[in-house]
C-alpha cells in the first residue's frame, strides 16, 4: 500500500487546514487508518484512528473537539480536517495503515506516507 498526503502549509493561529492521505496498490476499505504528527526534538505520537468502516474514531486529548478524522472508501482517501490551529500543532503530519489493530501506537502500523508539513505561526 502507497500513502501521500497532501494538504500541509503554513496557516495563522485559529485558522484551518485539511489534510488528505490517498491510498492506492491495497484494499483501502479493509485498513484502519491513522494519523500521527512529530515536531522537531519531539518523538511521533498519535493524533487520531478511523475504523476500516469508518464508524469508530477516537482523537488525542490535545486536539479532540478541534480536529476531524473521516474517510470516503470510494476515493480511498482519508482526511483531517483541523480548525482553531495552535502553534503548537506545528509538525510533520503522517497517514498511516494497518490491518488488524485500531490502536493509538505508531509502531503498529504497517504503511506510512511520507509525511507533509503544517505550520501554525504568525
Known amino acids: 500500500v502507497q500513502l501521500v498526503e497532501s494538504g500541509g502549509g503554513l496557516v495563522q493561529p485559529g485558522g484551518s487546514l485539511r489534510l488528505s492521505c490517498v491510498a492506492s496498490?491495497?484494499?483501502?476499505?479493509?485498513?484502519?487508518m491513522g494519523w500521527f504528527r512529530q515536531a522537531p526534538g519531539k518523538e511521533r505520537e498519535f493524533v487520531a484512528v478511523i475504523s476500516s468502516s469508518g464508524g469508530i474514531t477516537y482523537y488525542a486529548d490535545s486536539v479532540k473537539g478541534r480536529f476531524t478524522i473521516s474517510r470516503d472508501n470510494a476515493k480511498n482517501t482519508v482526511y483531517l480536517q483541523m480548525n482553531s490551529l495552535k502553534p503548537e500543532d506545528t509538525a510533520v503530519y503522517y497517514c498511516?495503515?494497518?490491518?488488524?489493530?485500531?490502536?493509538?501506537?505508531?509502531?503498529?502500523?504497517?504503511?506510512w506516507g511520507q509525511g507533509t508539513q503544517v505550520t501554525v505561526s504568525s
Open positions: 498511516a495503515a494497518d490491518r488488524t489493530l485500531l490502536t493509538k501506537q505508531w509502531d503498529a502500523y504497517d504503511y
Open positions: 496498490g491495497g484494499t483501502f476499505s479493509t485498513y484502519i
